[in-house]
């Protein structure tokens, strides 16, 4: 299917500040941006590099007083994500290379807390897809997924400890619990059609039986159209923006996903 992304963020600084956004999404095997464009209300130094997880960043000055950025994407992508029913644990030694890096426990997902409790809540005699279902199942019956209730993220043994949390915070939770387990697993922040309310979205993907897996712990099912933006280990590396310096004094941020019919 075809959507339109769109996305109106406004800072607004003191001085002149450095910053660094992640807003654009790449084309990749589960989606493709057909239109972009990317905007600002006045002229700025903007430029762009990849980092080491492969996202799109764009370093810029923001000057003094209010700043908009604008941007809108085209992208077709499934209306429902693969579900993997049965895959199987890939032995470590046979995972890529630049899969690796998402076993380790980071800032907000310490897998090396959960252990035993991780095994006990996934099960053994199930395959390893089935066991992160068992997981993700576990999550939505202990934490309550509460949009807007924290702005900070929080790591995944205080979301346990709190029962409660927003999207970012459930899927940092999933990630620490199937790594803990020796599942790669790895952080997601994009555009969901059908979000309610409507805003960026978190979620995290699993490696298993030789590919990436979706799994969001807010949603009941796997249907919606998603664009990924970024990936990376947990929030810490995957921001919208990052300032240097004192923070804006005022910020707004709109989002909207639309459907769209070719013509």
Known sequence: MLIKTTCRLLLDYDFPTPIITMLRPLSGASQWVEEESYRFSETTSVSQYSDPYGNLCQKLIIPAGGFLIQTSQVVETAAAMDEGWGQ???????????????????????????????????????????????????????????????????????????????????????????????????????????????????????????RWYVFDPTQSTMAGARVAIAYGRDAADVSVYHQFGPPANHTEMEVSVTEITRE
């Open 88 to 210: 199987p644990f890939v032995p470590i030694t046979d995972l890529p290379d630049d899969v690796l890096q998402y076993l380790q426990p980071s800032r907000y997902c310490e897998s090396d807390r959960f252990g035993q409790r991780a095994i006990q809540i996934a099960g053994i005699n199930s395959p390893s897809y089935d066991q992160v279902v068992n997981i993700v199942r576990w999550i939505r019956e202990n934490v309550s997924y509460a949009p807007g209730t924290s702005a900070a993220p929080a790591s995944a043994s205080e979301i346990v400890l709190s029962g409660r949390g927003v999207c970012k915070d459930l899927a940092h939770l999933g990630v620490a619990m199937a790594r803990s387990i020796s599942i790669p697993a790895r952080y997601v922040y994009g555009y969901l059609l059908g979000l309610t309310p409507m805003d960026l979205h978190a979620w995290f993907e699993i490696y298993v039986g030789g």
